[in-house]
């Protein structure tokens, strides 16, 4: 493999742009108008204009990105995250172009792209799940029958679902009906299938994720797990490897676990296995991403690991260079994803000019963006600016390391999440592990960043006040100057 197009943009293009790179592939970007002066278009060796700025014009349109990738004599294609690299269609599309696509085949994708094909595909391997039916439904008389059975609270979920679309939790029989119209509304507007099923709603849960790499040989492992349980409307906000909560005992069942799933699909490349870890820490299976996750680098940290290289190695089939016992946790890692979204508004979307954008350095820091200072955050993706990860031999370290890091990481000109990623370090539930996937519910209000905000402006009054004071009683004599002026005769 000599030469890549990264099918993607932002952050996640120059991410993979520099593991290419430092494996001596040549890189193609491709861009939209929005994006012609993004650094991931100036990194590249190659870049293709596809088209107008919204993404079903430009990054989601399939043909336009194998004419880039012919025209300019790609021999692999590395689809990033979002956009189309969980879509199966398009992998065939690649295959069929005698192009390598970086990723699962397309029968894993399609797979594990519907949460009941996926939940029957790992069935006799006897993993657990979360009880429920394993089947579309829209029946509202057989939903009760089901949610009855099971107990409520119930969860509806879309099949095709993810980022929390499609996912309704229904308290009782009378809220059953109409909540199950909205998510089959909800999953038919944003995937295109109505697809719904129901399942036991865990009602304090952690959202612990596995890491999986698989070869073309059958050789697959777990780089452990990643805790995603700070989230916002049902999307993660802050991930952490590994996590707090978990025993070398479940570690090891859920590594496993993980595994056989990965190889009930036959899957390739890099996926993560998703599961719920309830109270009593019994964890159920969740569903699989077939994709290079958004907080890979906590993993790549903690294991010493290139995720995207291994990524392409495994694509130009070459086998796993380790085996499972030659990977080992070493220190911690946290991440924080930071939005251009306003935290004092119910993290709406905050669209504007970076005005001022100092980017925090030092050991243990690292930061993947994809802008710069005087850049737009354009409204037609999603507002993500870049990823703040620390990493340090213990979670303290970590987690130290990162107040200091948002401290210094200066963004004016539009609201980020910056704010609520100190409000999570600072709060005593997530520094002492005791929290869950309702962290936000429970404690997080715009009140709290206000008002220490406030504080801290009083503080600074007080201090600014000492100091007007003190000067004051001092005497100040005027500093005599020599002047051309006074030195005449």
């Known amino acids: ?166 996912m309704r939790v229904v308290e009782n029989l009378k809220e059953l009906p109409s909540q199950m119209e909205r998510a089959i509304s909800e999953a038919e507007s944003a995937f295109g299938d109505g697809s719904v099923f129901i399942e036991k709603y865990v009602t304090s849960p952690r959202h612990i994720e596995i890491q999986v790499l698989a070869d073309t040989y059958g050789n697959v492992v777990h780089l452990f797990e990643r805790e995603c349980s700070v989230q916002r409307r049902h999307q993660k906000v802050v991930e952490e490897a590994p996590s707090v909560v978990l025993t070398p005992k479940i570690r090891k069942a859920m590594g496993e676990a993980a595994v056989k799933v990965a190889k009930a699909c036959d899957y390739v490349g890099a996926g993560t296995v998703e599961f719920l870890l309830d109270e009593k820490k019994n964890f159920y299976f969740l569903e699989m991403n077939t994709r290079l996750q958004v907080e890979h680098p906590v993993t790549e940290l903690i294991t010493g690991v290139d995720l995207v290289e291994q990524q392409i190695k495994v694509a130009r089939g070459e086998k796993l260079s380790f085996s499972q016992k030659d990977l080992e946790i070493t220190g911690h890692a946290l991440e924080l994803r930071v939005y251009a979204e306003d935290p004092l508004n119910n993290f709406l979307p905050s669209v504007g000019t970076l005005e001022t954008y100092i980017r925090p350095e030092g050991e243990g820091i690292r930061l993947d963006d994809g802008y710069e200072e005087g850049m737009e955050i354009p409204i037609y993706y999603d507002p993500m600016i870049a990823k703040l990860v620390t990493y340090g031999a213990t979670r303290e370290e970590a987690l130290q390391l990162m107040r200091q890091a948002i401290a210094d990481y200066k963004i004016e000109g539009l609201s980020t999440t910056l704010p609520f990623g100190k409000f999570v370090c600072d709060h005593d539930a997530f520094i002492s592990g005791k929290f869950d996937t309702h962290f936000v519910k429970n404690y997080y209000s715009a009140e709290a960043i206000k008002k220490e905000r406030k504080a801290a402006l009083e503080v600074a009054a007080q201090v600014g006040l000492k100091l007007f004071l003190e000067r004051g009683k001092k005497l100040k004599v005027a500093e005599a100057v020599e002047s051309e002026w006074s030195s005449r005769k």
């Open 1 to 166: 493999m000599k030469k890549i197009l990264i099918a993607n943009r932002g952050e996640i293009a120059l991410r993979v742009m520099r593991s290419a790179r430092k494996m001596g592939i040549k890189t193609v970007a491709v861009y939209s108008d929005a994006d012609r002066q993004s650094p991931h278009v100036r990194f590249a060796d190659e870049a293709v204009h596809l088209g107008p700025s919204p993404s079903s014009e430009s990054y989601l349109v399939m043909k336009k990105i194998l004419k880039a990738a012919k025209d300019t004599g790609a021999d692999g294609i590395h689809p990033g995250y979002g956009f189309l690299s969980e879509n199966a269609a398009f992998a065939e599309m690649v295959e069929k172009a005698s192009i390598t696509f970086i990723g699962p085949r397309p029968h894993a994708i399609r797979v594990m792209g519907s949460k009941l094909a996926a939940k029957e595909a790992v069935k006799k391997y006897d993993i657990p799940m979360v009880p429920g039916i394993d089947q579309a439904i829209t029946d509202v008389a057989l939903a009760k029958k089901i949610a009855k059975e099971i107990g409520f609270p119930v969860l509806i979920k879309a099949s095709a679902g993810g980022g929390g679309k499609g």
